[in-house]
């Protein structure tokens, strides 16, 4: 199908380009910018006044639930909610049940998805047999399976030996390493950020050295074995600048950070509010205050949702036996441009961090809108504002610190391959 998208501002990071401009699809790619290609007619025009075009979101962490968790969440809804969110491409973590690490496993979630026809799912796969952290996986065979990197998700793996033979595999054939550093024994039983908040309301904490003594394992393996690291989720100061002094010496490292963590610190915990009970931990403002400088000077690579849909009756516990994690597909898109506004950032620097940016941690020609590209378009109006409620959610979990919150933008068409899998109505 030929497709017109008339009078947007097209935004695409990648080709520098923030201006009114016209965009032409045709057999699913991006056939044209600003004028139509020598007989093009389109089959469908979509009205673009007053919107943004941008490339599709890619988010690097998505809990998609299957399989073994289909009461938490299914693939069916959480897809529905990635492309209401504008989310294109996604990268699940391997913390499923089983977890992924048989090719088989991986296969199945790969089919599901595309008969689905909805977001692009690329797998991480287990680093571990079962995520135990004492076997390897058959890392060849499961990138041939199609997985695109390998972790450990949150499960540890504290035998140093194990994480450097995987990185020494890995490193052999080009694959790529996703941790999140936590030293698990520090961080043992903890549930908040070891500060004020956790000490007034009684809480196990969680301290920065856990973080910070497990990176600095992370990166000295990995100058050791010239293995491709990428960080997930870092959350404090002092990780972000040992972050960027890996990469001022060189090191060939990427590393991402939650939107949550953009947002929120410990003092949101507030009266033990579950929907705060985040994996890594909210911490300090101070933290907070880096993450976000950490981002401006690229020391930051990308921003992702770390959507993990939890079923109300584990959440809605005391905070520290509640379930961790927060929903995120459809709230990565206005979270990133509160941001933008509270920052005063440019618009394109910011969607480069969603975009641009965990396409190349991924190692894909995606988040740009370059002619031949792919469609992997979103177009959203960043004037709507509209209140976050669980029922306005798709996704099935409706866990987030963001409830009741009103935020600004809102998805109007997502295209995949050209194709148009999600719209709403004009009149919003």
Not at 351 to 380: E, N, W
């Amino acid at each position: 199908m030929n497709i017109h998208i008339k009078n947007g501002r097209l935004i695409d990071p990648k080709n520098n380009i923030d201006a009114l401009r016209d965009v032409f699809i045709a057999a699913g790619k991006i056939a044209a910018i600003g004028t139509a290609p020598s007989g093009f007619v389109a089959d469908r025009v979509l009205d673009a006044s007053g919107l943004i075009v941008a490339p599709g979101l890619i988010d690097l962490a998505a809990r998609l639930r299957e399989p073994g968790y289909e009461y938490m969440a299914t693939l069916e809804s959480e897809m529905e909610a990635a492309v209401a969110g504008g989310i294109t491409s996604l990268a699940c973590p391997p913390d499923t049940d089983p977890p992924l690490d048989e090719p088989g496993l991986v296969e199945m979630l790969k089919h599901r998805a595309r008969n689905l026809n909805q977001a692009r799912v690329y797998p991480v796969a287990a680093l571990t047999s079962g995520l135990k952290g004492q076997e390897l996986t058959e890392m060849a065979e499961l990138v041939d399976a199609g997985c695109v990197a390998f972790s450990q998700a949150d499960a540890p793996l504290t035998d140093t030996r194990v994480l450097m033979r995987a990185m020494q595999y890995a490193a052999t054939f080009g694959f790529s390493v996703w941790l999140r550093p936590q030293d698990n024994f520090l961080a043992k039983d903890g549930v908040a950020h070891d500060g004020e908040v956790a000490t007034r309301c009684g809480l196990a904490a969680i301290p920065v050295c856990a973080e910070t003594i497990a990176l600095a394992t992370m990166l000295t393996l990995a100058r050791e074995t010239g293995v491709k690291l990428h960080i997930c989720r870092l959350s404090s100061a002092a990780g972000v600048e040992m972050i960027r002094a890996a990469k001022q010496q060189g090191l060939a490292v990427t590393c991402d950070v939650s939107i949550n963590h953009v947002h929120l610190s410990e003092m949101d915990i507030g009266f033990f509010d579950p929907n705060c009970h985040l994996i890594p931990p909210l911490r300090s403002l101070r933290d907070r205050a880096a993450l976000r400088a950490g981002l401006l000077d690229g020391t930051i690579d990308a921003i992702c949702s770390d959507h993990t849909p939890v079923d109300e009756d584990a959440k809605q516990l005391p905070f520290a036996e509640a379930e961790a994690g927060a929903t995120g597909l459809e709230l990565l898109l206005p979270l990133v441009l509160k941001w933008v506004q509270q920052d005063n950032l440019a618009l394109s620097e910011a969607l480069a961090k969603v975009t641009l940016q965990p396409a190349r941690i991924l190692g894909l020609d995606a988040g740009h809108l370059s002619v031949g590209a792919a469609a992997d378009v979103c177009v959203f109006n960043p004037d709507t504002y509209w209140k976050v409620e669980p029922g306005a959610l798709k996704s099935q979990g409706k866990n987030t610190p963001f409830n009741g919150l009103e935020v600004q933008g809102k998805v109007r068409f997502t295209l995949i391959d050209g194709k148009l899998v999600y719209q709403t109505q004009a009149a919003f």
